[in-house]
């Protein structure tokens, strides 16, 4: 079956720029809560030549917070993300994918694309004897691979704190008047040719195939080992804090800061085959943290010193794994109160345990019931004086 003719044109057009940079402003962090506000891409080639550029503001039916934040005028009008997502398939399909924190961009896209699918397809459902025409809004986008930007720095071990697309790219990430005063088309093309100057001063990238990503409980597209590691059931007891000069024990639960070397989805991977628990939220039940940082440490690292967590380097987590203890002992759970406090989950249980008794007394019935019966024997009383009166009379 041969192409069509505008196929063939998009074929040629991704031979010609094989590459396409991404960048995105949202209204949160997390694509299961946050909305899509702009998108903008551009395709490039190896030489950094640009082809096909595309720019969309979008509407996200709900506030789209600061203007200094996004750029965006108050009264600037947004599409639907469904009204761009077959342009935005043409334009991704079949390219390598650049963006800046795979996790966040990618989890957007993906996390748009799908509620634009969902309401095509209960649209479509529902169409009735009205026979409208079928809503065919398009897919989540294909790309051959992701290539991330940030990842890539981090596992050249790049010195920065700021993990912002300009700081990590050596340019001034810091907010200023006259920035504030530029359109957002201006701004956000900015960022998609810096993201491009990024990729191209950078060596060995880090990079993801689109079906090794799943969502996690937050919509960011993270790697299948890691969802899988922080879902799977904990096959041991958690032993508490490592401390240096100690063996790791199974069961011991552990956190991978961003700040290694080694690709961290190698790290989980080894740990969940010792038999440690993988977290990925750090918690004062923590035992210890993987993070290469040393200095000006932020994020987990920075809450892990705070909590007097051990830190160790990602080549010291994997020599640690080599020898692994059993875990520890569980404590036994302590015995339950015979007298618990009541509350409203037990007060109905500590009843029935006293035989249906609520302090000692045993409820007769309504108030109603009572008034009732009050008063049939007022009346009974009544009747029996009446006869009392009769019989006096009488006699």
Not at 20 to 39: C, E, M, N, W
Not at 88 to 107: A, F, K, S
Not at 118 to 136: D, F, I, K, L
Not at 242 to 262: C, D, L, S
Request: net charge positive.
């Amino acid at each position: 079956m041969t192409d069509s003719p505008r196929e063939h044109d998009r074929l040629t057009d991704i031979a010609d720029y094989p590459y396409v940079a991404v960048t995105i402003q949202t209204t949160g962090i997390h694509p299961s809560t946050g909305r899509l506000l702009t998108l903008d891409a551009l395709t490039f080639n190896d030489a950094g030549e640009t082809g096909r550029d595309f720019h969309a503001v979008l509407n996200p039916d709900t506030d789209r917070g600061p203007r200094h934040q996004h750029g965006l005028e108050a009264d600037a009008e947004g599409q639907q993300f469904s009204k761009i997502l077959k342009p935005l398939d043409r334009l991704i399909d079949g390219r390598t994918l650049i963006v800046h924190d795979t996790p966040y961009t990618w989890g957007f896209l993906v996390a748009e694309a799908r509620r634009a699918m969902t309401a095509a397809a209960r649209a479509n459902r529902s169409r009735g004897r009205n026979r409208r025409r079928r809503q065919r809004v398009g897919h989540v986008p294909t790309p051959e691979r992701i290539i991330d930007t940030l990842a890539t720095a981090r596992r050249a071990e790049q010195d920065f704190t700021d993990i912002r697309l300009a700081a990590v790219a050596g340019h001034d990430a810091a907010a200023t008047t006259e920035r504030a005063a530029q359109p957002e088309a201006e701004t956000s093309r900015a960022a998609t040719q810096m993201l491009i100057e990024l990729y191209r001063s950078q060596d060995e990238h880090s990079s993801y195939a689109p079906d090794d990503l799943r969502a996690d409980r937050f919509g960011l597209q993270r790697s299948e080992v890691r969802v899988d590691a922080a879902q799977a059931p904990r096959l041991h007891h958690n032993s508490g804090f490592w401390r240096r000069g100690e063996q790791v024990r199974k069961g011991m639960e552990f956190v991978v800061a961003p700040e290694t070397r080694i690709d961290p989805d190698e790290l989980i991977a080894a740990g969940v085959t010792a038999e440690l628990n993988y977290v990925e939220k750090l918690s004062r039940e923590t035992s210890l943290v993987v993070c290469n940082r040393r200095h000006d440490l932020v994020g987990k690292a920075m809450h892990a010193h705070r909590k007097n967590i051990e830190l160790v380097t990602d080549e010291e987590f994997l020599e640690l794994l080599q020898d692994v203890a059993e875990p520890a002992d569980a404590p036994e759970p302590a015995a339950p109160s015979q007298h618990p406090i009541p509350n409203a989950n037990n007060r109905s249980r500590s009843r029935n345990a006293q035989g249906g008794k609520s302090g000692g007394k045993r409820r007769r019935g309504s108030r109603g019931g009572n008034r009732r019966r009050r008063g049939r024997g007022s009346n009974n009383r009544n009747k029996n004086h009446g006869g009392n009166d009769s019989q006096k009379k009488e006699s």
